[in-house]
């Protein structure tokens, strides 16, 4: 019992091998009708935040450069709850960057993670979780901040 | 006209991350990174001001403005405290979007059921 059946002609598999073999598998990607979905659902959300914008400014009397804080906030509220009812994964199965690109991805992404670590428990699973994609968007945004911060200050000073 | 310039611009940064995703098959985490270092990088040489004020939400909605105003508020905050400022000032500009979604990215969790 429990005999291990060797297969009699074993192929060599060498790493070039096993791709040529796994190529014929993958799904072919059509780049541009992904990249005409991305385009109109990316645009749209931008074309969405533009209206909440103006809305902002004239209904609410925020002014150009303080309006966009609260454009965000919607935003994301709005990804976050589309993530929770489920409906932001399958735009995302469409639109591809189209929807991760946009700050509502950022917030699906955080969304998502929270969402789907809750079983661990809220201090492990959320709370570890949540920013397991969105943080190493953060991670390299605060570092390239930095450095082009520190640089920019100190060119000041010595010029 | 407005409207559609931002369409527009923000579709094609769209579509540089799909072209990264597709052609260059970097992973979604790295398509990110790569956009939030270019915002930073944009606003270093001078350029994403300009953009904002062409394409409006076209520019502030993607993630590269997720770097923009990182740098923005580091460097606003330097230019009154010098260079502890870089530091302080870091997350002043991003801290409404940071914590919208940690906020109602918990509260969801505390509200809805996985799928699938």
Redo the contacts between chains.
Sequence with gaps: MGTKTKTSKSMPMTKQLYQQQAAKYQPK?N?LL??L???????????L??????IYITFFGFTEKTA??????T???LA??L????VY?NIGQY????S????????NS??S????H??EG?VLG?GGN?FK??G???V???V???V???????W?MFT | MEYLIAFVVGGLICVVGQLLMDVAKLTPAHVMSTLVVSGVVLDFIGVYDRLIDFAGAGVTVPITSFGHALYHGAISEAEQHGLIGVVTGIFEVTSAGISAAIAFGFLAALVFKPKG
């Design positions: 990607r780049v992904n990249s979905r991305a385009f109109w659902v990316g645009g749209a959300i931008c074309l935040g533009q209206i909440l914008q103006n966009s804080n609260p454009t965000v906030a935003l994301i509220f976050v709850l993530t929770g009812l489920g994964d639109a591809g960057a189209g991760a690109v946009p700050v509502t991805g950022f917030a955080i969304a993670a929270a969402i789907e809750r079983s809220f959320v949540m994609l969105a190493s968007v953060i390299f945004g605060v390239a901040a930095f082009a911060g520190v640089l920019k200050t100190l000041k």
